[in-house]
């Protein structure tokens, strides 16, 4: 007998050159660096150059992930990209992605969950992967969310940030009784009852417009600990493990606040816990990824690593998932 795991062959990342700071920020809104450091731990923020797409951040994390995994374009077979700046109303990001990348073979598709996008796609890549449907997926978190901020809005415009991550998933058959690795389990919420707390206010149907990001942020931070606590501990359970177990802890990049106070209910330690929202500010379905791609790249993150992601965006949706490296 055997089975199909999916793997982690490859990870990438990219951020765009222009670096916004604190103080830059201070000089636009009524605000200051450490006014926004001592609320969410965020210091300075990349921002995509003008003319630059969340296809293209998409792209060159792709790039990433491919050489870092030895693999070609010709090998993917299913793209499927987070993100809630999609270049177009359609076609697809995933699509573009695709072209550009020069294949024309497979699926690509993207999902829109918010900063919950790449763990919802890494959840449905596991599932066809799994499940005979491709053998190589591609899987992105891509923003350009700098194109949806009001800069004149203090309460919004401090805390998010461009980039793009990526993780190349593999199936592998396996016999029945081998070690698990790759993807071990995830769990995915949605509670559309919040979706005034955290939303946009425009869209194509609603005003054919492209809007602004506008946050209850007292609200969005009351509910935040809890629900990513709900979902690690339903991947826990459902893999037997514990969070003593856990090498690193990878969670949406949001708020410092946040990720401190989700390590401290579920008993995960901070040297444990990976965090880059100093430097990235929440870069939404491209927090995870980047952050996946740094500790990857500084050797913090190695094969044989069980990591725990999560992240929680606006619908209200959250979600988690393990991951053996």
Same mark, same amino acid.
């Given at each position: 007998m055997t089975r199909i795991q999916s793997v982690v062959r490859g990870v990438g990342g990219y951020l765009p050159a222009h670096i916004l700071t604190?103080?830059?920020?201070?000089?636009?809104?009524?605000?200051? $660096?450490? @006014?926004?450091?001592?609320?969410?731990?965020?210091?300075?923020?990349?921002?995509?150059?003008?003319?630059?797409?969340?296809?293209?951040?998409?792209?060159?994390?792709?790039?990433?992930?491919?050489?870092?995994a030895g693999l070609t374009a010709e090998d993917i077979d299913l793209i499927i990209i987070g993100t809630t700046t999609a270049d177009r109303t359609f076609p697809s990001t995933a699509a573009l992605v695709q072209q550009k990348l020069g294949i024309s073979h497979g699926m690509a598709f993207d999902i829109q969950a918010v900063c919950s996008g790449f763990v919802f &796609?890494?959840?449905?890549?596991?599932?066809?992967?799994?499940?005979?449907?491709?053998?190589?997926?591609?899987?992105?978190?891509?923003?350009?969310?700098?194109?949806?901020? $009001? @800069?004149?809005?203090?309460?919004?415009?401090?805390?998010f940030g461009d980039g793009a991550g990526a993780i190349i998933l593999e199936a592998q058959e396996v016999a029945a009784d081998a070690p698990e690795n790759g993807v071990l389990a995830s769990s995915l919420r949605t509670d559309g009852t919040h979706w005034d707390k955290l939303y946009v206010d425009g869209g194509v149907s609603a005003s054919k417009t492209v809007g602004f990001v506008r946050m209850e942020g007292r609200e969005v931070?009351?509910? &935040?600990?809890?629900?990513?606590?709900?979902?690690?501990?339903?991947?826990?359970?459902?893999?037997?493990?514990?969070?003593?177990?856990?090498? @690193?802890?990878?969670?949406?990049?949001?708020?410092?606040?946040?990720? $401190?106070?989700?390590?401290?209910?579920?008993?995960?330690?901070a040297e444990k816990t990976i965090v880059t929202v100093d430097k990235h500010a929440n870069t939404s379905a491209a927090s995870v990824p980047l952050a996946l791609w740094v500790a990857s790249r500084d050797g913090r993150i190695k094969k044989g690593d069980l990591v725990m992601i999560e992240a929680m965006g606006g619908g209200f949706t959250w979600g988690a998932s393990l991951i053996r490296w």
């Open positions: 604190n103080d830059e920020l201070s000089k636009r809104v009524d605000t200051s $660096d450490e @006014w926004i450091v001592q609320r969410t731990g965020i210091r300075q923020r990349h921002i995509a150059a003008e003319g630059e797409m969340t296809s293209d951040l998409a792209l060159n994390a792709a790039k990433s992930a491919l050489e870092n &796609a890494v959840t449905t890549a596991d599932t066809y992967l799994k499940t005979g449907q491709a053998k190589r997926a591609l899987v992105i978190g891509a923003e350009t969310f700098s194109r949806i901020i $009001d @800069w004149t809005d203090r309460t919004t415009c401090v805390l931070f009351k509910h &935040a600990v809890g629900m990513i606590s709900d979902v690690i501990e339903d991947v826990l359970e459902k893999t037997g493990s514990t969070t003593e177990e856990l090498d @690193w802890f990878v969670p949406h990049q949001a708020n410092k606040r946040i990720i $401190d106070g989700a390590g401290k209910k579920l008993g995960i330690p």
